[in-house]
């Protein structure tokens, strides 16, 4: 498959089978990704793998805790939140992906975006894989007690968490927008 098939038929999953995720591909995966983005420094990034039923609940323990102290999570029925958190420890495998804050907001904003970088190649290395994932930024974990569980680092900035298993097929593509809907030709005197 060429790169650009390889892009197109790539899918969020958002349901996995049962088979476990070894640490060890995830680790390859991230040293391949990690070598496929340049502007990478050493010490740019960190990433947390709950990959255990025990780091998973752990995991899963400090995302609902977060919901459930919300307004809208006070309104959740309790029955619904042990549905969500069958849901998210169900899931074999979860990457927890930091950066590196700089010195500096323009030191920072490259780190974070080579990091953005790094996981779009692992979840296209995954994907090669039949490792399905669907990338979490969700507003909820956007929290100082989430951080706090989860052990960020002041100097770390949260990318997402990366949930990561199997799947057994894959969801159909949604209609894409086409670049020329997105092309600006920028107008005005130069300075």
Request: hydrophobic fraction near 40%; proline fraction near 4%; glycine fraction near 8%.
């Amino acid at each position: 498959m060429n790169l650009a098939e390889l892009i197109m038929d790539r899918r969020s999953i958002r349901k996995c089978n049962n088979k476990p995720v070894e640490q060890e591909l995830v680790v390859d995966l991230l040293r391949d990704a990690a070598r496929l983005q340049p502007a990478l420094e050493d010490g740019a990034w960190r990433v947390m793998y709950a990959g255990t039923p025990e780091s998973s609940k752990r995991l899963v323990d400090y995302m609902l805790a977060q919901m459930a102290q919300s307004k809208l999570g006070k309104l959740i029925p309790g029955k619904l939140l042990d549905v969500l958190k069958k849901r998210f420890t169900d899931i074999p495998a979860h990457v927890i992906v930091l950066s590196a804050k700089g010195p500096d907001r323009l030191t920072s904003d490259r780190n974070y975006a080579a990091v953005c970088g790094m996981m779009q190649s692992f979840q296209l290395l995954g994907w090669e894989q039949g490792l399905g994932m669907i990338w979490d930024t969700e507003s909820i974990f956007q929290q100082e007690s989430f951080f706090r569980g989860i052990g960020k680092r002041e100097d770390e900035r949260f990318v997402g968490i990366l949930h990561l298993g199997y799947y057994d097929k894959a969801p159909r593509g949604r209609k894409r927008t086409p670049a020329e809907r997105k092309w600006t030709i920028l107008q005005g005197s130069a300075i």
